[in-house]
T-cell receptor
Framework: GENVEQHPSTLSVQEGDSAVIKCTYS??????FPWYKQELGKRPQLIID?????GEKKDQRIAVTLNKTAKHFSLHITETQPEDSAVYFC????????FGKGTSLLVTP | EAGVVQSPRYKIIEKKQPVAFWCNPI?????LYWYRQNLGQGPELLIR????????DSQLPKDRFSAERLKGVDSTLKIQPAELGDSAVYLC??????????FGQGTRLTVV
């Protein structure tokens, strides 16, 4: 099955800095790569996704890049704000989401 | 439009007791997933339904876990008997086939 590795497990940045989270996957057949944000005690919420026919996608301060050859994808958050503090999960899928272990992002004012 | 609805939100049971969780997916979503999320970990797939058919239950511990989605809409997940290690958040998600999955609030199970 699909194996998704995510790092770092924790990330602390100052407000206004950029944050980058990286993931690798094992199944070259995976074709959909979403990112979820989960605040403490709440449900995971989709923040951005990318499909295998696209190399990069941007939505305001959030961007995702995909390198299918190397089987890795990354989440980039620019101009971070304290409300960006949460756990972020990457996932890769052909039919069902296989999640990484998460990155706890802390944005300090 | 209502999101994915799960109940109960919290459940505390003694070990060896049975427990059931209920999920109502987003209307029109034919794919339903049950995930288990342990503290500090990512969600792990237990079972995936396409309409009423369980198409992937390879990660479901079948000796004690069962699930059903009789009419291809609501679903229940049951554990009998529960063990201490089953304490986790059980998440239900649904999608319409585009792979964009929406999660419910989850049921936090504590087995004592």
């Amino acid at each position: 099955g699909e194996n998704v590795e995510q790092h770092p497990s924790t990330l602390s940045v100052q407000e206004g800095d950029s944050a980058v989270i990286k993931c690798t996957y094992s199944d070259s057949a995976s074709n959909y790569f979403p990112w979820y944000k989960q605040e403490l005690g709440k449900r995971p919420q989709l923040i951005i996704d990318i499909r295998s026919n696209v190399g990069e996608k941007k939505d305001q301060r959030i961007a995702v890049t995909l390198n299918k050859t190397a089987k890795h994808f990354s989440l980039h958050i620019t101009e971070t704000q304290p409300e960006d503090s949460a756990v972020y999960f990457c996932a890769a899928t052909l039919y069902a989401l296989n999640f990484g272990k998460g990155t706890s992002l802390l944005v300090t004012p | 439009e209502a999101g994915v609805v799960q109940s109960p939100r919290y459940k505390i049971i003694e070990k060896k007791q049975p427990v059931a969780f209920w999920c109502n997916p987003i209307s029109g979503h034919n794919t339903l997933y049950w995930y288990r999320q342990n503290l500090g970990q990512g969600p792990e797939l237990l079972i995936r339904y396409e309409n009423e058919e369980a198409v992937d239950d390879s990660q479901l511990p079948k000796d004690r876990f069962s699930a059903e989605r009789l009419k291809g809409v609501d679903s229940t997940l049951k554990i009998q008997p529960a063990e201490l290690g089953d304490s986790a958040v059980y998440l239900c998600a649904s999608s319409s086939g585009t792979l964009e999955a929406f999660f419910g609030q989850g049921t936090r199970l504590t087995v004592v």
